[in-house]
């Protein structure tokens, strides 16, 4: 007798919902999991909703308001295994660039800035309002590794590796040319990896979307992205807050 | 010792010949850099490289390699299906690097995983036309000779002075149009690749003898906090070298959870879950901290496996030095500042 | 010239397991399981006490754990898994009848030859019973190789004691003089507390000529081999067995690389005199 298919539900939060659209993006991976999933709830791809018991939720975006904890307590309660995908929803992500400044809502919405719905507090992991069970980093999260962690889970592992080391060894593995040998700058001596390095072997910096590995050297950071990679002392500085602020010393 | 002479138009044919029978592996360009490719025409071989990003163990020791694939718990098999290739252009230095780690990867329990590449592989060297800026090979290792290859080119004027180094090599001499080769050129090409020595960019001052007993006199110093203060734990110095053996194994499943393949990939000592006891990201990690990581690595080099090798474990690439966007892995800069003190 | 390579073999594939049938197993405390296995193609499985295998599921990984059982019993062998990570919790989840993979029996062992006809002092804290347990069983089915057995051991709490029913023989036993204590006593410890180390209060006669096992928690060695000390027991005589993460079990991945050692193929037992100026051994 084939195994039930686990039931699985996205949710999303203060985000662009860009790694649901991700995963539709999938193809044919996707379809496969589908014969070992059943989606009960997805607002990107279908209109159902659902109140019943769900084996694994899917969590996007990041905890901003505290309106959003008794959604997520929800959740969590009606949920065998919950997952936080894409950064937002890891660390706070992009939104997290917020957090150190108290003048930003005027500046984003002018006049509008006082109405209720646009109130939010700092921008938090969903991990700081509940438990959350595993962690797919990015901006967006990788395909490839969504898969491969959820392939584990409806198989029941119960703990899935996830590398912890920082982009430039996987940069190094594929021998992509360093974006400091072209004269460029990188946050891949920081970044969690994982996610196999796309970005400089495109010859893009890494942004670290993925946030910090977890001891990261951010004076040295910042010193060879001034020295080396040529970015003014006060951008230097503040550069791995685009997507790590969370997990800055500063925060 | 077969000795020939194979002129610029001739090595064109000759290489031609190589890519007729199987795989011909060279130095090719990427952007800035150089890397060791399969050739898809004579014409990319650019024996003028000086380095490429990573050395050329790859080919019998690939970045991730598979082991063993499963369909079921106890239904498996191994995965060693290695092919006929020619490994062409490599550095002398880079050939001490390949006898190095055919010694690690054949002593005590051998490991077929890379020997039986190792063993299908016909390897070409050439001298160092063009020194990367941190090599430094002239004043490292120098006890050891380049072993494990079958010929060896060396550029001169209009062509290239072959040294037939084996069997395997002798046998190849049916593939090109060889020329004999005079006294001269041999005698020219002796100069050649002593200059290429010589003229190192960076050097080591000391002999590998008195480094290995200074560096290991100096375990516990605060030298190693002093030099690894900015760095990053990145292991980029680790993925680089020709003599960094070190791997992860991981499985992975297939979609269907029960069918899968179980890999190796190369792995760095510097990282910190490389020194992990039991669970990752649990307490206990005996190289806690980045200068005991970054002591190891040079501790690795320079000291723990003289002996199983023959000579430090260090031919003097400079990979390691260029790959650190810190600057603080280079071994000419931190073995002679350990020297000095 | 040829390559070293060419010279050999070209070796094996030195990450295909052999099965091993479960036997029996059972949860032994609230994080430990013991198994009893059986290798499939019913192949002897010949050991040292001491040695280690690298214990598998296909899809999950392999863990390097010491054999628990001695070599002495021939049809089957013991091994005891403690659930921390991925790997460790798939071996957990498997039962009788179930298969897992076996690579082994690697690394060096207890030098036997060394421990026959002498005095033996076995110190245990912990799991660290569990790769003792190889020689503490050996011993005593070979009892009449051995001089005067003495064996400490130490739990946090007597709910991690391990092989219990091994405890209750042993407490009554006349072949050998063996102690415990607990650091944390529930309601019904009636036995000693405190660390293992108090337990030398316990016994006389320990003789310099002793030859020791050490196992459990790093922090332990240096406490119990001071007291060695303070009984003239030469280092050279001591032996612990250290635990490293392993990947390959045979001297490659360079995980369990300490100084110029590696603990899978030097250890996991070496002489304490040779690894106690080993930065990172301890």
Redesign the interface.
Same mark, same amino acid.
């Given at each position: 007798m084939p195994k039930p298919r686990v039931k699985v539900a996205w949710f999303d939060f203060a985000c662009c919902e860009g790694c649901q659209i991700e995963m539709t993006n999938f193809g044919e !991976?996707f379809v496969?999991?589908l014969?070992?999933v059943e989606p009960v709830e997805f607002r990107e791809a279908m209109s159902e909703k659902t109140t019943e018991r769900i084996n694994v939720a899917f969590v996007e975006g990041s905890f901003t308001r505290e309106a959003d904890r008794a959604r997520l307590e929800e959740i969590r309660t009606r949920s065998d295994i919950v997952v936080a995908y894409g950064q937002c929803a890891v660390s706070g992500g992009i939104n997290a660039l917020k957090n150190h400044m108290d003048d930003y809502s005027e500046a984003v919405y002018g006049k509008d800035c006082k109405r209720p719905h646009l109130d939010s507090q700092k921008a938090l992991p969903v991990s700081a309002a509940i438990k959350v069970d595993y962690e797919i980093p990015g901006c967006p999260m990788d395909k490839a590794e969504f898969?491969?962690v959820v392939?584990?889970l +409806?198989?029941?592992?119960?703990?899935? *590796?996830q !590398?912890? *080391? !920082?982009v430039?060894?996987e940069c190094?593995?594929?021998?992509? +040319?360093?974006r *400091?040998?072209?004269g460029d700058h990188?946050l891949?001596? +920081?970044a969690r990896a994982g996610c196999g390095a796309p970005c400089p072997a495109d010859g893009i910096p890494c942004e670290a979307c993925r946030g910090f590995?977890?001891? !990261?050297?951010e004076?040295?950071?910042a010193? +060879?992205l001034h020295e080396?990679g040529g970015l003014p002392k006060k951008w230097a500085d503040t550069k791995s807050r685009m997507f790590a602020a969370n997990q800055r010393g500063d925060a | 010792m077969t000795t020939r002479f194979l002129s610029d138009g001739a090595l064109k044919q000759f290489v031609q010949a190589l890519m007729a029978k199987g795989p011909v592996i060279g130095p090719v360009a990427r952007k800035s850099r150089f890397v060791f490719a399969a050739l898809e025409a004579p014409e990319d071989l650019r024996l003028d490289y000086d380095t490429t990003i990573l050395p050329p163990k790859k080919l019998f020791f690939p970045t991730k390699q598979d082991l063993v694939k499963f369909d079921s718990p106890s239904s498996f098999s191994g995965c060693v299906e290695p092919k006929e290739q020619v490994l062409l252009g490599v550095h002398p230095h880079d050939i001490k690097g390949i006898d190095m780690s055919d010694k690690f990867y054949a002593a005590n329990i051998p490991d077929s995983n890379y020997l039986a590449h190792r063993a299908k592989t016909t390897i070409i060297g050439s001298n160092v036309q063009k020194h990367y800026k941190h090599a430094f090979f002239g004043s490292v290792c120098r006890e050891l000779k380049p072993q494990g290859h079958d010929m060896f080119l060396t550029r001169l004027k209009g062509g290239y002075l072959v040294e037939v180094r084996s069997k395997k090599g002798e046998e190849l001499l049916a593939l090109g149009k060889f020329e004999p080769a005079s006294r001269e050129q041999a005698a020219e090409a002796e100069a050649v690749n002593a200059a290429a020595e010589k003229n190192c960019p960076e050097k080591l001052n000391d002999t590998s003898d008195s480094v290995r007993e200074k560096v290991r006199a100096s375990f516990g110093s605060d030298i190693w906090n002093e030099l690894s203060r900015d760095c990053f734990s990145c292991g980029s110095c680790n993925i680089v070298c020709p003599t960094c053996f070190c791997f992860d194994v991981q499985d992975e499943w297939n979609l269907d959870g029960v069918s899968g393949v179980r890999s190796r990939c190369w792995d760095a000592c510097l990282v910190s879950e490389f020194s992990e006891v039991s669970v990752q990201g649990g307490s206990e990690n005996f190289r806690e901290e980045r200068a005991e990581r970054y002591r190891h690595r040079f501790m690795r080099k320079a000291v723990y496996l003289n002996d199983a090798l023959g000579g430090p474990a260090c031919v003097g690439c400079g990979r390691c030095s260029g790959a650190c966007t810190a600057d603080i892995a280079n071994p000419t800069v931190a073995i002679n500042t350990i020297m000095e003190r | 010239m040829t390559c070293s390579c060419e010279k050999q073999t070209n070796g094996r594939n030195i990450f295909l397991p052999t099965l091993a049938e479960i036997v029996s197993a059972q949860m032994i405390t609230a994080t430990e399981k013991h198994f009893t296995l059986r290798m499939k193609d019913g192949a002897k499985f010949d050991f040292e006490p001491g040695q280690i295998v690298e214990a598998g599921v296909f899809g999950y990984g392999e863990i390097p754990l010491g054999l628990a059982s001695s070599p002495t019993v021939k049809d089957s062998f013991e091994l005891v898994v403690r659930v921390v990570g991925k790997v460790s919790s798939a071996l957990a989840a498997l039962g009788a009848g179930d298969t897992m993979t076996i690579r082994g029996p690697l690394g060096h062992g207890f030098p036997v030859s060394e421990f026959k006809g002498r005095d033996v002092l076995i110190v245990a804290g912990g799991i660290g019973l569990c790769p003792t347990r190889s020689m503490i069983r050996y011993i005593l089915d070979r009892r009449d190789d051995f001089g005067k057995f003495t064996l400490f051991f130490g739990a946090r709490t007597p709910k991690d004691m391990l092989f219990t029913d091994d405890l209750t023989d042993w407490r009554c036993s006349t072949c050998m003089d063996y102690h415990e204590t607990v650091d944390r006593p529930d309601d019904r410890w009636m036995g000693n507390v405190g660390v293992i180390t108090t337990l030398f209060k316990k016994t006389k006669d320990i003789n310099p000529q002793t030859r020791v096992i050490i196992c459990g928690p790093p922090v332990m060695y240096k406490f119990v081999v001071k007291e060695l000390d303070a009984l003239g027991i030469p280092r050279s005589n001591v032996f612990v067995d250290l635990e490293r993460r392993m990947k390959c079990g045979v001297g490659k991945c360079g995980h369990c690389q300490i100084n110029n050692k590696t603990v899978c193929m030097d250890g996991p037992v070496f002489r304490f005199s040779e690894i106690q100026d080993l930065e990172e051994a301890i």
């Open positions: !991976p496969q999991l014969q070992h898969i491969r392939s584990q +409806v198989h029941g592992t119960t703990r899935v *590796y !590398p912890s *080391y !920082p430039c060894m190094k593995r594929r021998e992509t +040319v360093c *400091y040998d072209d990188c891949g001596q +920081v590995v977890d001891n !990261p050297n004076a040295a950071l010193k +060879v080396r | - | -």
